[in-house]
T-cell receptor, first 116, second 111 residues
């Protein structure tokens, strides 16, 4: 158990809908990262938050957004869903967010999103 | 999206054999990490490497940070059935915390 929790475990929805994925980082970790894993693209970095502030953006679509709350949990919002958004979404956390060494990322169990 | 070249893509070995896999990049990295992922679960961190040339062990696992900072390898000695899974390398570029993952190596171990 990494200490990172994600809910829900599975999510099935229809095209055009909006969903929210939730992540609680390990106790003491200030950074939260979101990754998407699909068969054709592998594991791809989406976005990072550090202590409530957006720190880095990756291959995140404009239909997707995220935020980190004062208690450090994070939510990833996916809207206007398309079939191609079906994937595993992982949250990871680390202690720091300073682009430095010794900042290992620990992953949660993921949310499997299926868009029908 | 960007992915690192990881080889081999898959391996089928007998229990007790040693395994070697590697990861290469066209860019240099600040940190190399190795993860293992079981079906339907999140990646689990195995080893972290921080210095070029560094060799680090974790039980039967040994990994090295390539001297050029563009590659890394992972060795598993005396494989056992619970080693089955997908192994990913991940590189952390300078001045960022994001990870760029490899394409994965699927390991199957037969008794």
């Amino acid at each position: 158990d990494s200490g990172v929790t994600q809910t829900p475990k599975h999510l099935i929805t229809a095209t055009g809908q909006r969903v929210t994925l939730r992540c609680s980082p390990r106790s003491g970790d200030l950074s939260v990262y979101w990754y998407q894993q699909s068969l054709d693209q592998g594991l791809q970095f989406l976005i990072q938050y550090y202590n409530g502030e957006e720190r880095a953006k990756g291959n995140i679509l404009e239909r997707f957004s995220a935020q980190q709350f004062p208690d450090l949990h994070s939510e990833l919002n996916l809207s206007s869903l398309e079939l191609g958004d079906s994937a595993l979404y992982f949250c990871a956390s680390s202690v720091l967010g300073t682009s430095g060494l010794y900042n290992e990322q620990f992953f949660g169990p993921g949310t499997r999103l299926t868009v029908l | 999206g960007q992915q690192l070249n990881q080889s081999p893509q898959s391996m089928f070995i007998q229990e007790g054999e040693d395994v070697s896999m590697n990861c290469t990049s066209s860019s240099i990295f600040n940190t190399w990490l190795w993860y293992k992922q079981d079906p339907g679960e999140g990646p689990v961190l195995l080893i972290a490497l921080y210095k070029a040339g560094e060799l680090t062990s974790n039980g039967r696992l040994t990994a090295q940070f390539g001297i050029t900072r563009k590659d890394s390898f992972l060795n598993i000695s005396a494989s056992i059935p619970s080693d089955v899974g997908i192994y990913f390398c991940a590189g952390q570029p300078y001045n960022t915390d994001k990870l760029i993952f490899g394409t994965g190596t699927r390991l199957q171990v037969f008794p």
